[in-house]
């Protein structure tokens, strides 16, 4: 029987390479090869099989990844749409507190009806 790793050529594998483009070459086709045409479609099954399945796992990393982005835009946008009432009331109370009248009633003491001249 002869070895059937001398029998086929076995084209280096490279990334991105696709299941068209790696395909095993018969080297010998002399009689009685039935046994390892059989193996050689096998393998050449297997492979395109396995380039499938990274590219699959490929896509549905992509679908995953897409997916997470979106939920977190969501997330970050109700959360901004809850603090907004939040941060509406802090300026107005900043705004009120820097009003120059309010400033100036509160250094004269002008709400209890006392004038803050000396007498």
């Not at 009685?32 to 896509?59: F, K, N, P, R």
């Amino acid at each position: 029987m002869k070895n059937l790793m001398n029998f086929h050529a076995f084209p280096p594998k490279s990334p991105g390479m696709k299941a068209s483009n790696y395909s095993l070459e018969m080297v010998d086709d002399s009689a009685g090869s039935a046994l390892s045409q059989g193996v050689y479609h096998h393998v050449e099954d297997w492979i395109a099989l396995e380039l499938t399945a990274e590219q699959m796992l490929s896509d549905e990393m992509t679908v995953v990844t897409t997916y997470i982005a979106d939920d977190a835009n969501h997330m970050w946008e109700v959360i901004k749409e809850t603090l907004l009432p939040y941060e509406f009331a802090a300026g107005q109370v900043l705004l009120q507190a820097a009003d120059p009248t309010q400033v100036e009633w509160l250094q004269n003491h002008w709400w209890d009806g006392q004038d803050s001249t000396p007498h």
